[in-house]
């Protein structure tokens, strides 16, 4: 196997095993950079936001192609591919929290639960029930697992250590700067785009594979996709959304309430039953296979583009 491949691999098994960096974490330290080149060239314009984005994402790009490039050969290259994947992966972090609101869940401790959701969505949390906190966290795990999994994975294998960071420059870009918003309208503008880009061959796999990871549910699965994904604002979110809520016969979508009293009523995702505290841990386990999934078919890519 080629050094991508055994890289990918071993970077992928090091985030189901150890989760995100505690300290000093390069996505954390790549967000630092962003804040202070946003303070000097922000402007309410979409020409500053695209100098921001290409910059930043580019910036990413050559770094990794440099690391790639000077890495001393194969075994270098492995673990410079290994420690890339690893930092810009976040599916055993994604599950830690989503399982954290879940066990508030379990002990019957709401206001608990809804804190600690903050850490997962931006929305008002204030007021919600046990029902829409699960919710919330389904359409987390669903949304996260394409955008911090699967869709890295994709990037790592077409372009290897390049690829990763530069696929999660513009994705951690866009969580900060692509908010439909007074400030970030147009001066998020080409960060929100080129995220909704780059996502759109992860997310199409994320929707593949949830449809092969249950096999029981497939059926629904496609047809919460083929019916539900268009209706959502996203052209990403809305793939892995409707098929997450086919492959656990539940509904996803509704009403969202966020800070500043915006409110946003989503399309109705699948024909199941409304979530429930127990469905955020069948959420996770579906996340892990879908992770385990991609993985595979990252490796198997990465082998054929070799030869």
């Known amino acids: 196997m080629s050094p991508r491949t055994i890289g990918l691999l071993t970077g992928f098994a090091l985030d189901r095993l150890l989760g995100d960096p505690r300290r000093y974490h390069p ?12 303070r000097v060239w922000y402007a309410d314009d979409r020409a500053r936001g695209v100098l921001h984005s290409a910059t930043l994402v580019g910036g990413a790009v050559v770094l990794g192609a440099a690391a790639e490039r000077l890495a001393p050969g194969r075994i270098g290259t492995t673990l410079v591919t290994a420690a890339a994947t690893w930092a810009v992966l976040g599916g055993r972090s994604l599950e830690r929290e989503a399982m954290a609101v879940h066990d508030h869940l379990d002990r019957g ?42 869709a890295p994975l994709v990037w790592g294998a077409v372009a290897g250590v390049p ?20 400030r970030y309208e147009r001066f998020g503008w080409a960060s929100a785009r080129l995220d909704d880009l780059l996502n759109l061959p ?32 996203s052209p990403n979110a809305g793939v892995v959304e409707a098929t997450f809520a086919g492959s656990l016969g ?21 024909d199941g039953r409304a979530t429930e505290p127990a469905d955020i841990s069948r ?25």
């Open 27 to 38: 996505v954390a330290g790549f967000g630092t950079v962003a804040m202070k080149a946003e």
């Open 109 to 150: 401790d709401l206001p608990a639960a809804r804190q600690r959701l903050t850490h997962l969505v931006g929305r008002d949390t204030s007021q919600l029930g046990a029902d829409e906190v699960s919710r919330a966290v389904v359409e987390s795990v669903a949304e996260n697992t394409s955008d911090a999994v699967v």
């Open 163 to 182: 690829g990763l960071l530069g696929y999660r420059a513009a994705n951690t870009l866009d969580a900060m700067v692509g908010h439909h918003n007074e």
């Open 202 to 233: 992860g997310s199409r796999l994320s929707g593949l594979l949830t449809v092969a990871a249950s096999p029981g549910n497939a059926g629904e699965a496609v047809r919460a996709w083929r019916r539900d994904a268009a209706n959502h604002p």
């Open 250 to 270: 539940v509904r996803l979508g509704g009403t969202n309430t966020y800070y500043g009293n915006r409110v946003e009523h989503r399309a109705v995702m699948g």
């Open 283 to 307: 959420a996770t386990r579906l996340a892990r296979r879908i992770g385990i999934g991609a993985a595979l078919v990252a490796a198997a890519y990465a082998v054929v583009q070799r030869s």
